[in-house]
């Protein structure tokens, strides 16, 4: 199947401090990628969604200046925690869509955990 | 929008036994409907899914039926083994996808 790389799988930063978080599809284009949040044994919670070459849309709640979303190419969406802080600290999951072979099946990355301290 | 809820939330079985864990969706426009697994820390894994025009699929010891009218769908694993634990998500596509909460199951040795 589709693969998704996403890195760092883990980090640690200081509260203030700025983290990216990278999200790449190996083998084919997606056109849509998805930025999830998940706390501990929970569902995962759609933060935006990133559509290749224009702005992200996000959902409801979401600061969009402080979850800072790029999606430049068909095969890289970043997401950026800006001055980050202990509450951010979760783990971010991105998933994205094959364009070639239909947009149902999503593959995800295998996920961030960021703690900040 | 699509309301996708999830039942139950924790599961244990012994080991051979079956677990069903059951949604229901809101959205009647849903037409596509994926299980995923979700092991401690890792990305969730696509099981099995089935589409709005199928009532039943399955796949080995895993299968979903799906009820259109009831607007309800249910995955079916049968004779459990222990690396079956994990959390589990239904999700319903409408316009987006919408997930269920999660049924975390522990398969009994």
């Known amino acids: 199947g589709a693969v998704v790389s996403q890195h760092p799988s883990w980090v640690i930063c200081k509260s203030g401090t700025s983290v990216k978080i990278e999200c790449r599809s190996l083998?084919?284009?997606?056109?849509?990628m998805f930025w999830y949040r998940q706390f501990p044994k929970q569902s995962l919670m759609l933060m935006a969604t990133?559509?290749?070459?224009?702005?992200?849309?996000?959902e409801q709640g979401v600061e969009k200046d402080k979850f800072l979303i790029n999606h430049a190419s068909l095969t890289l969406s970043t997401l950026t925690v800006t001055s980050a802080h202990p509450e951010d600290s979760s783990f971010y999951i991105c998933?994205?869509?094959?364009?070639?072979?239909?947009?149902?099946?999503?593959?995800f990355g295998s996920g961030t955990q960021l703690s900040v301290l | 929008g699509e309301n996708v809820e999830q039942h139950p939330s924790t599961l244990s079985v012994q080991e051979g036994d079956s677990a069903v864990i059951k949604c229901t969706y809101s959205?009647?426009?849903?037409?596509?409907f994926p299980w995923y697994k979700q092991e401690l820390g890792k990305r969730p894994q696509l099981i099995i899914d089935?589409?709005?025009?199928?009532g039943e699929k399955k796949d080995q010891r895993i299968a979903v039926t799906l009820n259109k009218t009831a607007k309800h769908f249910s995955l079916h694993i049968t004779e459990t083994q222990p690396e079956d634990s994990a959390v589990y998500f239904c999700?319903?596509?409408?316009?987006?996808?919408?997930f269920g909460t999660g049924t975390s199951l522990t398969v009994i040795p």
């Open positions: 998933s994205a869509t094959n364009a070639m072979g239909g947009s149902e099946k999503l593959f």
């Open positions: 083998d084919f284009q997606a056109t849509t």
């Open positions: 990133s559509n290749e070459g224009s702005k992200a849309t996000y």
């Open positions: 959205d009647s426009a849903s037409n596509y």
């Open positions: 089935i589409r709005s025009n199928v």
């Open positions: 999700a319903a596509l409408g316009n987006q996808f919408y």
